[in-house]
């Protein structure tokens, strides 16, 4: 069993940045691959990147170049470093595990976090 808690949600301006870390809980952390969805109001959840356990990193278009994807495996903790940020971007951010490989179907993802709110103004 695996539980994900993120945090580092805001209220940020167009143009800034924000980072959102995602925690979990268990010994095997390292061998998840870690995905981050967002859903916006009234929309479905996407995909918006993931890094698997070699922590190679898959983006969204719409997000590739402005976001990056880490993980301190020492830490249990993976990042979401968000810059130049769009009020299209936001939405409720989710942060999701699997084992090892990545996908971009958020059902394939096995654990949930409860989600964070990022809020980008114009």
């Known amino acids: 069993q695996v539980q994900l808690v993120e945090s580092g949600g805001g209220l940020v301006q167009a143009g800034g940045s924000l980072r959102l870390s995602c925690a979990a809980s268990?010994?095997?952390?390292?061998?998840?691959?870690m995905g981050w969805f967002r859903q916006a109001p009234g929309k479905e959840r996407e995909f918006v990147g993931a890094i698997d356990w070699g922590s190679r990193t898959y983006y969204a278009n719409s997000v590739k170049g402005r976001f990056t994807i880490s993980r301190d495996n020492a830490k249990n903790t993976v990042y979401l470093q968000m810059n130049s940020l769009k009020p299209e971007d936001t939405a409720v951010y989710f942060c999701?595990?699997?084992?090892?490989?990545?996908?971009?179907?958020?059902?394939?993802?096995?654990?949930w976090g409860q989600g964070t709110q990022v809020t980008v103004s114009s």
């Open positions: 268990g010994r095997t952390f390292s061998n998840y691959a």
């Open positions: 999701a595990a699997r084992a090892r490989v990545v996908s971009v179907t958020e059902s394939d993802y096995d654990y």
